[in-house]
């Protein structure tokens, strides 16, 4: 019986990985690595802090490359129209991606899949983005899991309590 259960976790987590890869493709430009310019495709609509983007090709890059390094500009794919600015914190991948990486969190069927991060190909660093907490709240009772969030000046994971998610860990 336990074996059974570990081949249906087995499975389970494959089906998630193929269904989050298909749900985005990427390609970067040749343009200077110190923005990160990269050019992400997504097949259906991806919410992000603050907006939910149709299935479309859009820009993600650096705001700005000299002073602060974690505000992420999102533009359409011309970079004609700019759609967000994104806050994030770092975030680090185990081994350094050869392409680049975005990371969803699971949400219920027929609602846009949350972005959690982006990261650049060559950087185990990335960018979590930071979502407001009343938008975090609602992602994290959808899908169970700690949302990064940003209430007032603070920025922390919240629980789908809205409680901060390490003391609702360490109350367990």
Excluded: W
């Excluded at 992420?72 to 600015?85: A, N, R, S």
């Excluded at 609602?111 to 930071?130: C, D, L, M, T, W």
């Amino acid at each position: 019986m336990a074996v059974r259960e570990e081949n249906m976790r087995t499975l389970t987590m494959a089906v998630a990985i193929a269904a989050a890869t298909f749900c985005v493709s990427v390609a970067t430009t040749h343009a200077d690595p110190n923005d990160k310019l990269t050019y992400l495709t997504f097949n259906k609509p991806v919410q992000l802090p603050g907006k939910t983007l149709p299935a479309g090709r859009y820009r993600f890059q650096l705001a700005d490359t000299e002073e602060s390094r974690r505000v992420i500009k999102v533009q359409t794919e011309d970079g004609k129209q700019q759609l967000l600015m994104l806050l994030t914190v770092q975030n680090q991948l185990r081994d350094i991606p050869k392409d680049p990486v975005v990371l969803f969190r699971e949400t219920a069927q027929g609602q846009p899949e949350a972005v959690r991060s982006f990261n650049y190909p060559g950087e185990r660093v990335g960018y979590e983005f930071i979502y407001p907490k009343a938008e975090a709240l609602i992602i994290a009772h959808r899908t169970h899991q700690p949302v990064l969030a940003k209430d007032g000046d603070k920025v922390h994971h919240i629980d789908e309590n809205g409680n901060d998610a390490k003391d609702s860990e360490s109350a367990n």
